[in-house]
């Protein structure tokens, strides 16, 4: 398994999920807040911090938040403070994830 490749695709899918929930609001303002993903485990079990996929996870920019759990935050990274459209590139992001035997949720908060 390719921890980079996988983070590649699910970054296109977050990207493009985002850009067209962008579309659908056009220039009207929606509610502020933020978007990420969570990371519990892979295949069935607990990802160890110090594990070789820990460690890949990492260095694509999916780290320990302050609960201990793996995280990314704004996964698709777009210029907005749209809280509709960042879970919406933070679902897209999960979904691929899952579909690579993660088991990936998304959260979110408004601001």
Not at 70 to 98: C, F, H, R
Request: aromatic share 10%; charged share 25%.
């Amino acid at each position: 398994m390719d921890i980079q490749e996988i983070h590649d695709e699910a970054k296109c899918a977050a990207v493009a999920a985002a850009n067209a929930r962008a579309g659908e609001w056009g220039d009207r303002w929606g509610m502020c807040g933020f978007a990420w993903v969570k990371i519990y485990g892979h295949g069935g079990k607990k990802i160890h911090g110090n594990s070789k996929l820990a460690k890949a996870l990492a260095k694509v920019g999916i780290k320990r938040d302050y609960q201990g759990v793996l995280s990314l935050w704004d996964p698709a990274g777009l210029m907005t403070q749209n809280v509709d459209i960042k879970e919406a590139g933070a679902e897209a992001y999960a979904k691929v994830l899952n579909e690579h035997g993660f088991e990936a949720y998304v959260d979110s908060r408004l601001d």
